[in-house]
């Protein structure tokens, strides 16, 4: 194979495997916010044990109200 052909397929190799990478998301108190259902909802006693479970732990790590 020629240099210049070996060069055009790692430069290829590396734009592509470039569209693949992903930052993180942050920390929670970046990326969440309360969870609120409305009164129409209808939730099961483990969803609301851990919507409960994700506002408390909002409240006391990001200062949710």
Same mark, same amino acid.
């Given at each position: 194979?020629?240099?210049?052909? !070996?060069?055009?397929?790692?430069?290829?190799?590396?734009?592509?495997?470039?569209?693949?990478?992903?930052?993180?998301?942050? =920390?929670?108190?970046?990326? $969440?916010?309360?969870?609120?259902?409305?009164?129409? =909802?209808? %939730?099961?006693?483990?969803? !609301?044990?851990?919507? %409960? $479970?994700? =506002?408390?732990?909002? $409240? !006391? $790590?990001?200062?949710?109200?």
């Amino acid at each position: 194979m020629r240099p210049f052909s !070996k060069c055009l397929l790692l430069t290829s190799m590396i734009v592509c495997l470039s569209g693949c990478a992903t930052s993180p998301p942050g =920390d929670f108190c970046d990326v $969440a916010s309360p969870i609120r259902p409305s009164r129409s =909802d209808v %939730l099961t006693d483990g969803t !609301k044990r851990q919507i %409960l $479970a994700h =506002d408390e732990y909002g $409240a !006391k $790590a990001c200062g949710w109200k």
